[in-house]
């Protein structure tokens, strides 16, 4: 079992910048690949970033250039710039082992004037 808690949501305005991380905890060293997607209200989960344990890392599209991840022992970290309103979503990170994918409770970001 992998136990994931996020942290660092909130209210932004247009243009700033935010910083989610998630803490992991249980069986660590299990983990392969670590990263974020995200759900508006009405749509369906989309990929933002994930980083494998050798450090390859994927974007989705519409994030590319703006976000940046990050992992270190126990913990992935999503450096967020240049943010705009489509942004505003929940966040929920996972976690991926060897059988199936954790997940944590989510964060809400809110982008908005």
């Known amino acids: 079992q992998v136990q994931l808690v996020e942290s660092g949501g909130g209210l932004v305005q247009p243009g700033g910048s935010l910083r989610l991380s998630c803490a992991t905890s249980g069986r660590i060293l299990s983990i392969n690949e670590m990263g974020w997607y995200r759900q508006a209200p009405g749509k369906g989960r989309e990929l933002v970033a994930v980083?494998?344990?050798?450090?390859d890392i994927n974007y989705g599209d519409s994030v590319k250039g703006r976000f940046a991840i990050s992992r270190e022992y126990g913990k992935v970290i999503l450096q967020m710039t240049s943010l705009k309103p489509e942004d505003t979503a929940v966040y929920f990170c996972c976690a991926q082992v060897v059988g199936g994918t954790f997940w944590g409770q989510g964060t809400q970001v809110t982008v908005s004037s």
């Open positions: 980083i494998s344990r050798g450090g």
